[in-house]
């Protein structure tokens, strides 16, 4: 997940974007990168509480009152976004962040007998499936999700549509283009070469018991190397000299050479978004990023939304289903958590299609996979690694 490492930095050409956001939905605010954050937990963004309350059947209900949206620590929206969807659908909708996604997911389990909330956003296809299982989510298909959704839905294992896709984004090994050149030493491009003797005590990852990312990363390796051939690469990775930080933050912003707390390691594992604030605002068009992503190394995350069960207001629940699919939500998704969104309507910022264009062929691992070894997954990986 990301930080604020990246709030207040604005990538190159972004006066551009802000001007076609300022046309299309007003102005607004930024936050952090891959997985960022912008309330912090239990941060009421918006409520002005004036009572909850719905009518009729889906698609043709009134939605009014207040809605609770629960999300992740990373979650952050445009102010003036969100003030429009509140003044054109007389709802007013109150955030309250509740930790990383596995702990969104788990206190959705733990409170599914008295829900914190009526929506939720941020539950990835690593922790999808527990979600569904633990049955906290109610079906909704939105009038929307034509827009591209469903390509990220996730089909089979989700048959009832609890679960919608809102965006996505690839967790990849960033590289410090300055480092290398300055060293005369080639990049590696490849898991394997992460292994290397050439790049002994250079990479730095993230733990996956602690870190979103750093769960997505392992993911990565067990697609790559499958089930019964990761742990010996990792044990490689150990060997190689590979340094794990608890978060993101401490990974990028401390460790990495490239970004602003010019660490020791050129090596980090991040997000394929991440090269483009690494570009000064000023640089001419075609500056070449001093980082970039190695796209053969991408774990691909897919962040969804969903009705809780026994929500005080479902139909304005379904409404913000609505609003996380629109447009003016959507474009506003680069720029305020540095992901892609699932619209295939909607341009990416130019400085993302020159310096941070998504991986064609990311690794995935089924969620219902996922769901049924990722404790296990972890432990190993964390008596391999850390023991």
Not at 26 to 37: F, V
Not at 222 to 246: E, I, M, P, R
């Amino acid at each position: 997940m990301r930080t604020a490492l990246f709030a207040g930095r604005r990538p190159v050409l972004a006066a551009a974007l802000a001007g076609i956001l300022l046309l299309a939905t007003g102005c607004g605010s930024g936050s952090e990168p891959a997985g960022s954050t912008g309330t912090s937990t239990d941060t009421a963004v918006s409520s002005s509480a004036a009572g909850s309350g719905s009518s009729g059947t889906p698609g043709t209900e009134v939605a009014t009152g207040e809605v609770v949206l629960i999300t992740h620590d990373s979650f952050n929206v445009d102010e003036q976004v969100l003030a429009d969807f509140e003044k054109s659908s007389g709802l007013t909708v109150t955030l309250l962040a509740q930790g990383d996604a596995g702990a969104v997911t788990n206190k959705l389990v733990l409170t599914k007998d008295n829900p914190l909330g009526d929506a939720v956003f941020g539950i990835d296809n690593t922790f999808a499936s527990r979600a569904l299982e633990a049955g906290v989510l109610d079906p909704y298909t939105s009038p929307e999700a034509g827009n591209g959704s469903d390509e990220h839905g996730l089909g089979a294992g989700d048959p009832d549509h609890r679960l919608t896709a809102v965006d996505y984004g690839d967790v990849c090994v960033n590289v410090d283009h300055t480092w290398f050149t300055d060293k005369g030493l080639a990049e590696p491009t490849t898991y394997e070469q992460l292994a290397d003797p050439a790049y002994k005590d250079l990479l730095v990852v993230e733990s996956p018991a602690t870190s979103s990312p750093g769960l997505a990363f392992l993911l990565g390796t067990v697609a790559h190397f499958g089930a019964d051939g990761w742990q010996d690469y990792w044990t490689s990775l150990k060997a190689n000299g590979v340094k794990v930080t608890s978060g993101w933050e401490d990974a990028y912003g401390v460790d990495f050479s490239g970004s602003s707390g010019k660490g020791a390691r050129p090596l980090v594992v991040s997000y394929a978004s991440s090269p483009p604030y690494e570009v000064p605002a000023d640089a001419a068009a075609g500056t070449p990023a001093p980082t970039g992503a190695l796209l053969d190394t991408c774990f691909r995350q897919v962040e969804y939304a969903g009705v809780l069960t026994g929500a005080k207001n479902p139909a304005g629940a379904r409404k913000v289903i609505d609003f996380l699919l629109s447009q003016e939500f959507q474009t506003s998704l680069p720029e305020q958590m540095y992901v892609y969104p699932v619209d295939t309507a909607v341009d990416l910022p130019a400085s993302w299609t020159e310096y941070a264009p998504p991986a064609t062929d990311p690794a995935t691992v089924d969620p219902a996979e996922i769901a049924t070894n990722r404790e296990d997954w972890v432990q190993t990986w964390s008596d391999l690694v850390e023991g």
